[in-house]
């Protein structure tokens, strides 16, 4: 079973870091793809970041292509996002997700099926 618990939203000064990191506790992390999505206030839920199983593929919004770094460590069941020269705009609730299917290896912006909780993440000016 895939439990998702991520960490690491706080408030932040415009042009400041977080790390985000996202926890499974479940047996199947490794066999995943991973991926980030937030959502803002009066939005609708949107694609930030998702890296495949064995790290081979990546992909990330235009919005924070540059700027953002999804990565992943197996052995510890951990998704991390490392987010750099953060704008207001990047203010949202930011979930990780899992993939349904394991091995997905391309189409990363869709067929998530797990869901974390979420974590707030606020830029401040």
């Known amino acids: 079973q895939v439990q998702l618990v991520e960490s690491g939203g706080g408030l932040v000064q415009a042009g400041g870091s977080l790390r985000l990191s996202c926890a499974d506790s479940g047996r199947t992390f490794s066999t995943r793809a991973m991926a980030w999505f937030r959502q803002a206030p009066g939005k609708e839920r949107e694609f930030v970041a998702a890296r495949t199983w064995n790290s081979g593929n990546t992909d990330y919004a235009d919005s924070v292509k540059g700027r953002f770094t999804i990565s992943r460590e197996n052995a510890k069941n951990t998704v991390y996002l490392q987010m750099n020269s953060l704008k207001l705009e990047d203010t949202a609730v930011y979930y990780c997700?899992?993939?349904?299917?394991?091995?997905?290896?391309?189409?990363?912006?869709?067929?998530?099926?797990?869901w974390g909780q979420g974590t707030q993440v606020t830029v401040s000016s």
């Open positions: 997700a899992a993939a349904a299917r394991p091995f997905q290896r391309s189409d990363l912006r869709t067929g998530y099926e797990y």
